[in-house]
């Protein structure tokens, strides 16, 4: 999926919400959590819109690899710009 979204970029395909998310829950079910949060920081270079399924995939695929401090940031950051607060079970 990663090497998917790098082959669409180079070929100057619109990358999207859709596109970034199957590639961050790639990152997920694959154990790369640190390249997951890379892509969070490329959709926003890109101006994609990051909305409240990217942020809980990226949450579960640090929670996955153990990175519960990551995941909570995650979700303080998701409230703060989407104003949508965390569910309690993510706490």
Same mark, same amino acid.
Not at 84 to 89: A, C, G, I, Q
């Given at each position: 999926a990663l090497r998917l979204l790098v082959e669409m970029a180079s070929a100057h395909a619109e990358l999207d919400? =859709?596109? +970034?998310s199957a590639a961050v829950s790639a990152c997920e079910q694959g154990g790369k959590w #640190?390249? /997951?949060l890379r892509l969070l920081v490329d959709m926003a270079s890109d101006h =994609? @819109? %990051? #909305?409240t399924?990217? +942020? $809980?995939i990226a949450v579960c695929a640090c929670e996955k690899g153990g990175e519960r401090a990551k /995941? %909570?940031? *995650? *979700? =303080? @950051?998701? /409230? *703060?710009l989407l104003g949508?607060?965390? $569910? #309690?079970?993510h706490l």
């Open positions: 919400t =859709v596109t +970034y #640190d390249q /997951a =994609v @819109e %990051l #909305d399924t990217i +942020y $809980h /995941a %909570l940031t *995650l *979700l =303080v @950051e998701m /409230a *703060l949508k607060p965390p $569910h #309690d079970r």
